[in-house]
């Protein structure tokens, strides 16, 4: 293992009663790259972000964060870390930059720096010409970009951004990730983010999948795709048991019902559909053939969509909810 | 383009910047009670009706019996305790409001010891109580009391010590619950029958002895009687009725003295820190 990661996980665990949330993750973040984590509500992403920030202490396993242990040396993985909840943790009755300016005191940025680094971060998320509004008159976006912003106010080497785009508008999020990434280019930083939306972890440069408290794979975006090598084929028919019985008699192929179509995965899909009209035996009222996504990717790897294993995972979003607290 | 960023190094914790933490929490305080105009015009009106209205009238019923003083300059140091206390008691409640709003969070995760935070708060409460007590002061004059400079100093000094300790047992109350409805519940239900048992309503003289004693372990009643103590000593009352409004706390015949209660208030005071840090650090 490297000495010099940004985080490095071994492990790691954490149960709530006889409830496992996270049942022992490995992995390691290289510094200077955006990881991402990625997985349905309630896989364990919030528990395990949760641990590497030092609100929760894990049951078993250990992890360190930029060199230093979570349990052991908290303050010092509390100094060298920038967090973003999915909640806000602003103060509404104060304005912006009263916000961040508490923030500064209180991680002890050194007085001489603290004007000109509240202007640069405030900038750079184009909020310094609302400086002195209340953040109680910002929008769920302004909001997130200024706590963006005051995460970054003591220059920490790794930045923790729970679900950071969650509840936001489309456009809201594309300045978000435009923000990430110049974010990047400026400062000596590691990114942790966790998702469960797949068109943003095609912005990192590496995603952990995890689902059940378990990582199931970790590569890049690319590799993860390719390594799928298949095509995903989505059929609408009038009777989906047969169609899929048939798929498997006459095709070999294994198929099941994910959001309302049968979907199976298949090699040169387009050449495929041709040869599936003539012999599925079953009327087909409209097909789809796509590339391989994360979502093919999520798929091959769990057993599932994203979306489908988000239905019915109460529990975990419950316990979720609770350790939040 | 790495050349542009303009990093900061954080420092290693110490003494200096947990006095930064427990300035800027002060602060904020101080930031949201100046910010908040309602909060303050509803704080004031109380105490106003209860001297001016409530103790104009009990004031005439009782004007017998209480010969060459005014009904509401007994009051008026219940009215600036009670005001103290009030005050207080909501800065400690916004533990749960920042709970509720996610802000209690940004300040757990800091780098920086519970106790700061908690110090911050509590001194916060303190300031912010004592300016609100600070008006009632500048009403002096309309009960008969006059504006000492001795007697303003040693008001504003156990105004301070009442509220720091009202703000510590507030937190203490407020470090584990989850919702502000329940707070102020509770808070009606401890600081309604603390405040009646004080002495700052009615003379503690004369009592019953089942009431009494109830008086006498009301930690309230030890914060209040210095106060009345000392505006009495700047007043020119009839022996008759400075025994009976001004009785001071006896244990089993033992006149307690001005500094043992203002000791038992901070004592307190300083336990309840000590309660409402250790809270916090478990609520973790």
């Known amino acids: 293992m490297p000495a010099d990661a940004a985080v490095s996980v071994r492990g790691l665990r954490k149960a709530y009663g006889k409830v496992e949330a996270v049942k022992g993750v490995d992995f390691e973040v290289r510094p200077g790259e955006v990881f991402g984590f990625l997985g349905p509500n309630g896989a364990g992403k919030t528990t395990t972000i949760s641990m590497l920030c030092t609100l929760v202490n894990p049951t078993g396993g250990s992890a360190t964060v930029a060199g230093h242990d979570v349990v052991k040396e908290r303050d010092q993985v509390r100094r060298n870390i920038g967090l973003v909840f999915q909640d806000p943790t602003l103060d509404g009755y104060l304005s912006a930059q009263q916000n961040l300016r508490f923030h500064a005191e209180l991680y002890g940025v050194p007085k001489g720096a603290v004007h000109d680094r509240i202007r640069k971060v405030m900038e750079m998320v184009a909020l310094w010409d609302r400086k002195d509004a209340k953040v109680m008159t910002f929008s769920g976006g302004m909001k997130r970009r200024l706590e963006i912003a005051r995460g970054l106010l003591h220059s920490p080497r790794v930045l923790f951004l729970d679900e950071p785009t969650v509840g936001l508008d489309p456009q809201t999020r594309s300045a978000i990730w435009g923000y990430i990434n110049q974010l990047r280019l400026m400062e000596d930083i590691t990114i942790f983010m966790t998702t469960h939306y797949m068109d943003e972890a095609e912005y990192c440069d590496r995603i952990a999948i995890i689902d059940h408290g378990r990582v199931v794979v970790i590569d890049s975006p690319e590799a993860l795709k390719a390594g799928v090598g298949k095509d995903r084929v989505q059929i609408q028919t009038p009777d989906d048991p047969a169609a899929i019985e048939a798929l498997r008699e006459r095709f070999g192929l294994e198929a099941a019902v994910h959001e309302g179509a049968v979907t199976f995965a298949v090699a040169s899909g387009e050449q495929f559909v041709p040869r599936l009209f003539a012999e599925l035996g079953i009327p087909i009222k409209s097909v789809s053939v796509s590339r391989p996504s994360l979502d093919d990717v999520f798929m091959s790897y769990t057993g599932s969509t994203i979306r489908d294993a988000e239905a019915g995972d109460d529990t975990m979003a419950w316990m979720r909810a609770m350790a939040r607290r | ?284």
């Open chain 2, 1 to 284: 383009m790495a050349s542009e960023a303009i990093g900061v190094r954080v420092p290693a914790r110490g003494a200096g910047h947990d006095l930064r933490a427990v300035k800027i929490v002060l602060h904020r305080e101080m930031l949201r009670f100046v910010n908040d105009r309602t909060r303050m015009l509803s704080m004031l009106v109380q105490p106003v009706l209860w001297l001016f209205v409530m103790g104009t009238g009990l004031g005439s019923l009782v004007q017998g019996s209480i010969p060459g003083v005014d009904y509401r300059t007994f009051m008026y140091p219940g009215m600036i305790s009670m005001t103290v206390i009030m005050t207080a008691m909501f800065s400690a409640g916004s533990i749960v409001w920042d709970r509720e709003f996610g802000f209690l969070r940004e300040m757990l995760v800091a780098p920086v010891s519970r106790g700061a935070i908690v110090i911050g708060k509590c001194l916060g409460g303190a300031v912010v109580a004592v300016g609100q007590g600070i008006v009632i002061l500048a009403m002096a004059g309309l009960v008969g009391v006059p504006y000492a400079p001795g007697l303003i100093v040693t008001l504003l000094l156990e105004m301070f010590l009442a509220a720091f300790t009202i703000t510590a047992f507030g937190v203490t109350l407020a470090a584990r619950m989850k919702n502000i409805q329940t707070f102020f519940g509770l808070m009606q239900m401890a600081i309604m029958p603390m405040m009646f048992l004080s002495g700052a309503m009615f003379p503690l003289a004369n009592l019953p002895s089942w009431l009494h004693v109830l008086t006498v372990v009301n930690p309230m009643t030890y914060a209040v009687d210095p106060m009345r103590q000392a505006v009495f000593a700047y007043l020119d009352v009839p022996a008759a009725a400075e025994a009976m409004l001004n009785p001071g706390v006896r244990w089993f015949g033992f006149q307690v003295p001005v500094g043992l209660e203002l000791g038992i208030v901070a004592g307190l005071g300083v336990v309840l820190l000590g309660v409402a840090v250790l809270q916090f650090r478990k609520a973790e």
